[in-house]
Structures are given as structure tokens and as C-alpha cells.
């Protein structure tokens, strides 16, 4: 029963976003993060993203006499294979996308709440560029992309190599869309 609606009101997508980092959290870790949220409407909230299917309960341990349990996205939904993505309905598909792009949002939101930030030294960069391009053309850029890609992804860590993240998402453009 995984739906997008489920990620439209603003509190339910920022506990995705805080989960989306990939640790579970309880409850009372979710409010030390979004201590803004009272926690009886923090309670609610998570209820409903795991009654819509979008969160789980990743363990369960007594703690004074009380379960505490501990909450992740569901695994199909935070990191979708082909395949997964391939047999979601419209409705989940846009849901897993929603999250894919709230965990976007979550990362920039980060850069910049640090304050001490350069985006021309940082290389920070977001665009899209529309461009024609066959099937083959497409898969050759992707190789292309993928062989400078898997080269920095094994570099070691090192103090003048900062960590980065590239993300992509490439989409047919809606011919209503097209400028003639």
C-alpha cells in the first residue's frame, strides 16, 4: 500500500529524509533530530509511513519495561533495483522517486546548514541540460561516464580528497514539454 500522497504532508517527508541516511532510528532518536515536531505527532506520523508501507521496524528491545523500536525505509524502496523499480506500480514508483529526491534535498540541506560552505570550491553544480540522443548514443555517454566514475570510486580516502557524491536521474522528456 505504498503511496506518494504519504510523503506530502511535511513531517512525514522529513522523518524519510532523517532515515534515508541509512541508520535506523527510534522514535526518540527521530525527536532529537526533529525536536521541533512534538513527539505525539511525531508518534502518528511514523505509525503512518509504516502502515503505508514505507517504513519498518528494523528491531525491537526492551527498555524500561517499554518496547523501543527501531525504524528504517523499507529496503525495496531506499535503494530499488532495476527490476524492483520495473514491477512498482505508478503509484510506488513515484513514492520510491519522492524519497530518492527527498534524500537530495536531505544532502544539500546538510552542505549548506554547515555554514562554512564554497560551492565554486566545494564543485558544487545541479543543471539539466536537454539533448537528443538515440538509445546507443545514451548507453555509450553511460559507459563512458561509468569508466571515469569507477576510477574515483577507487581512490582511498585520503586528507585532501574530500568525500563527494554524484547523483543522476535521466528521463525521456515529456514531448509537451519540448521547446520547438
Known amino acids: 500500500m505504498v503511496t506518494s500522497a504519504a510523503l506530502l504532508h511535511p513531517v512525514r ?4 529524509q532523517a532515515l534515508l541516511a541509512g541508520e535506523g532510528l527510534t522514535t526518540h532518536q527521530l525527536h532529537e533530530r526533529l525536536s521541533d515536531v512534538p513527539i ?3 508518534y502518528r506520523h511514523v505509525g503512518y509511513l509504516v502502515t503505508h508501507g514505507l517504513l519498518e521496524v528494523s528491531s525491537e528491545q526492551q527498555v524500561r519495561g517499554v518496547s523501543e523500536r527501531t525504524y528504517r525505509v ?3 524502496l ?18 520510491t522517486f519522492t524519497m530518492f529526491t527527498s534524500g537530495m534535498i536531505r544532502d544539500f540541506s546538510t552542505y549548506v546548514d554547515q555554514g ?4 565554486v570550491e566545494d564543485r558544487v553544480s545541479f543543471a ?5 540522443a538515440t538509445t546507443g548514443e545514451v548507453d555509450a555517454f ?28 535521466l528521463l525521456p522528456r515529456p514531448e509537451k514539454l519540448v521547446a520547438r
Request: charged share 30%; glycine share 2%.
Open 13 to 16: 517527508l522529513r522523518v524519510v
Open 40 to 42: 505525539a505527532t511525531l
Open 74 to 76: 523499507v529496503e525495496e
Open 78 to 95: 531506499a535503494n530499488p533495483s532495476a527490476e524492483e523499480l520495473g514491477a512498482l506500480s505508478p503509484e510506488e514508483l513515484l513514492a
Open 116 to 119: 562554512d560552505h564554497d560551492l
Open 128 to 132: 539539466q541540460a536537454d539533448f537528443w
Open 142 to 169: 553511460f559507459d563512458t561516464v561509468m569508466v571515469a566514475l569507477r576510477e574515483l570510486m577507487s581512490n582511498e580516502q585520503a586528507p585532501d580528497r574530500p568525500r563527494r557524491v554524484l547523483t543522476t536521474v
